[in-house]
């Protein structure tokens, strides 16, 4: 299957400051690129959708100046967590979507844990 | 609204098989997903169904019923390692996954 990587896996950063997580399909190129956000032992719950040169989709509720969104190419997006907070703590997936001749394929990157203190 | 409906919880033994249903009503179908998630991870995605029948791959083998709103998910063969949740997502009309809450699968010697 397709691979789509996160990079940090992990981090720890203080209360006020920005985390850029980047996200990267490998060996494909992906026409839509979604970033979730996970609770402990809860579903994925999609923040964004972004498409390749375009503004990013985001879903009620989820604050874009705080949650910047870029699509740069068709193979890396990334999402800035700004002015964090420890409630911003939790678990981020970005996913990476792409469209064959026989349907789509969805593939998921191995998140990335955040921790604000 | 849209629902997509699994159990929550399912126990079978190691070398048994079982099978993981999934029900929905969404606005549109444009196919129908399972994904693995071992706890603390990100999910790994297994199948994508969008006509009916059954898509068989390994172990794993996936059945859709569009008429029915139905899917499931049977497992063969089961090993200790497929302990894990298992996910239902419907691509709807707006190319949106819409998300079930998962199923635990506990794997028992």
């Known amino acids: 299957g397709a691979v789509v990587s996160q990079h940090p896996s992990w981090v720890i950063c203080k209360s006020g400051t920005s985390v850029k997580i980047e996200c990267r399909s490998l060996?494909?190129?992906?026409?839509?690129m979604f970033w979730y956000r996970q609770f402990p032992k809860q579903s994925l719950m999609l923040m964004a959708t972004?498409?390749?040169?375009?503004?990013?989709?985001?879903e009620q509720g989820v604050e874009k100046d705080k949650f910047l969104i870029n699509h740069a190419s068709l193979t890396l997006s990334t999402l800035t967590v700004t002015s964090a907070h420890p409630e911003d703590s939790s678990f981020y997936i970005c996913s990476a979507r792409v469209e064959r001749r026989e349907g789509y394929e969805q593939y998921f990157g191995p998140g990335t844990r955040l921790t604000v203190t | 609204g849209q629902n997509i409906d699994q159990p929550t919880e399912m126990t079978a033994t190691e070398g048994a098989i079982v099978q993981i249903n999934c029900t929905y009503q969404?606005?549109?179908?444009?196919?129908l997903f399972w994904y693995q998630q071992h706890a603390g991870e990100a999910p790994t995605f297994l199948s994508y169904?969008?006509l009916d029948g059954l898509e068989e791959k390994g172990r794993f083998s996936s059945f859709l019923s569009r008429s029915k709103g139905y899917s499931y998910l049977l497992l063969k063969e089961l090993q200790m390692k497929d302990s894990a949740s298992y996910l239902c997502a419907v691509l709807d009309s707006n190319y949106q996954l819409i998300w079930g809450a998962g199923t635990k699968l506990i794997i028992k010697p």
């Open positions: 169904n969008v």
């Open positions: 972004s498409n390749e040169g375009s503004k990013a989709t985001y």
């Open positions: 060996d494909f190129q992906a026409t839509t």
């Open positions: 969404t606005s549109g179908f444009n196919g």
